[in-house]
């Protein structure tokens, strides 16, 4: 039996543990990470927290609806064992009549395939030692790390997260203006949690006047290392700094991680930067879901 459980009720230990010991694991699902970007949330529960699905979720117009928040990159269901996620879907759609929330790369749609857009991010499979796959990026990747190289740019792996975020806003951020200021709170708080809990780093780049000109925060969990959030300055981007920023990140986790996740994108160009590394892509679905009422499906179309 699937029930809709509210944060406030929920059994947080049992969800948690199921989170870990998913198939589909991944350390946006934890208890403790929704808490810092999401307003409010719930989970469809199967059973004794045999499997989970945490559900985001505003209040727009006397209107529920669920959505993805900042700085997740993949929620859907969490299940010990093979479940049928067509339940849950089942359960989700009854509850609320717009949903838009990323499955993750291990949930699949049958019966809802008409609501779901597949996704792609890319990655590096940590197979083969470091030098394999620097020889792997292509011309332009190691032109900019020559670049690097003669623009003396050096690494720093224990900034404070405040620096990024203010790289970010100001680059980034001017171009994505639907993020808001309580948007980077969250954010910031996320970041120091996920480096409390050792699950967090943070890489900056500064050129040879100590001028920070990139950087990226990292989240690490069972073997698969995210790039959560990057940024670099647009007003100084002939140094090769984000390229040298990335390899750097790559050298560094391939010795004791199994996978490098850019944190992906479907956009062709930044899928081209990507795959420019020699990344390939891993597929996920996008559930979009819209049965409200005509002029409130207008205003969330």
Known sequence: MIKLISRKDLEVQKYNNCVEAS??????????YLDQVAEKWSVLVLNDYEAVMPIPWRRKLFVKYVYQPFWTIQLGIFSKEIEDENEFLI???SEFKYVSIRMNIKNSLSMFQDYG?????????????????LNSYNRNRKRELKKAKQADLTEKWDDSPK?????FQSN???RVQKIKDQDYLKLYKLMNVCIEKKVGELLTVYDENNQLISGA????????????????DFNNRNNGANTFMNDRAIFKYERNFDL???????????????HSFGAEDQYYYQLHYNKLPFLLRLFKK
């Open 23 to 32: 198939i589909q694991s991944n350390v946006f699902g934890f208890s403790w």
């Open 91 to 93: 359960e989700l759609f």
């Open 117 to 133: 857009l597949q996704k792609e991010l890319q990655v590096i499979p940590f197979t083969k030692e470091y030098a394999k796959i």
């Open 163 to 167: 620096v990024l975020i203010e790289l």
């Open 172 to 174: 980034v951020g001017k």
């Open 217 to 232: 925060f990292f989240l690490k969990y069972k073997g698969r290392v995210t790039e959560l959030v990057c940024s670099s």
């Open 260 to 274: 490098f996740d850019f944190g992906g994108s479907s956009m062709e160009n930044i899928a081209k930067y990507y």
